[in-house]
């Protein structure tokens, strides 16, 4: 399960309010250290959502046993994409298999910055180049829990009269006019995390896990 993806952008905002009406969702600005940066909540129960970035903007990893650090120098060699992703393994499990590859693997918080983590990740960075996100079982309530509406309407205050679209609301009616092969799955209707995780999952199989969007 994908419960979250970050993509640049050349006009954030709009690309933000564009992926909340597409998810009958809303927009927040982005808490961390991105400026000019947004995210669309989709508020399904699997906490998923979209983080539109500025265009230079690359993540790259910590030095020593800092976390990820945004830059905006932007190298070939780094992207702004990163997804996360819940894993049935623990967390010791999850590192182990980092540093048996050789790979950047470590736990860290999330969260506005100056304040207690929100939640909790490992950090994976596959090749030590593109940055996964792992939640185990046992971190993903809190995750889900700190990106409900409530919370959010009252940690991060969503832009007023704008991004707020009327919540998903799917009828017989509306699944009828979709492709019959669609309608017929018993995962309808997807979710974001549904919808990015094959999207996602098929471009890095293809492109050998660039994270790049072509």
């Not at 593109?130 to 700190?146: G, K, S």
Request: glycine share 8%.
């Amino acid at each position: 399960m994908i419960h979250h993806v970050s993509i640049s952008a050349r006009e954030p905002k709009r690309v933000a309010n564009v992926l909340a009406e597409l998810m009958k969702g809303r927009v927040y600005r982005f808490p961390g250290r991105v400026a000019n940066a947004f995210m669309a909540v989709s508020g399904d129960e699997q906490g998923s959502m979209i983080e539109v970035f500025p265009e230079h903007t690359a993540l790259r990893p910590g030095d020593d046993d800092l976390q990820e650090c945004p830059t905006s120098l932007a190298s070939p060699k780094y992207t702004p994409f990163h997804l996360l992703l819940s894993v049935p393994v623990d967390g010791a499990t999850a590192v182990s298999i980092g540093a048996r590859e050789g790979w950047r693997a470590s736990r860290f918080g999330r969260g506005s910055p100056g304040r207690p983590p929100a939640f909790h990740v490992i950090e994976l960075w596959l090749e030590n180049r593109l940055l996964v996100e792992l939640t185990t079982q046992d971190m993903l309530a809190d995750y889900i829990r700190r990106v409900r509406f409530d919370m959010l309407d009252v940690e991060l205050l969503a832009e007023p009269n704008e991004g707020h679209y009327p919540a998903r609301n799917l009828v017989n009616s509306e699944q009828s006019r979709l492709p019959s092969h669609t309608a017929a799955s018993p995962r309808f209707p997807y979710s974001v995390s549904d919808a990015f995780g094959e999207c996602c999952l098929a471009v890095s199989a293809s492109n050998r896990l660039t994270g790049g969007w072509h």
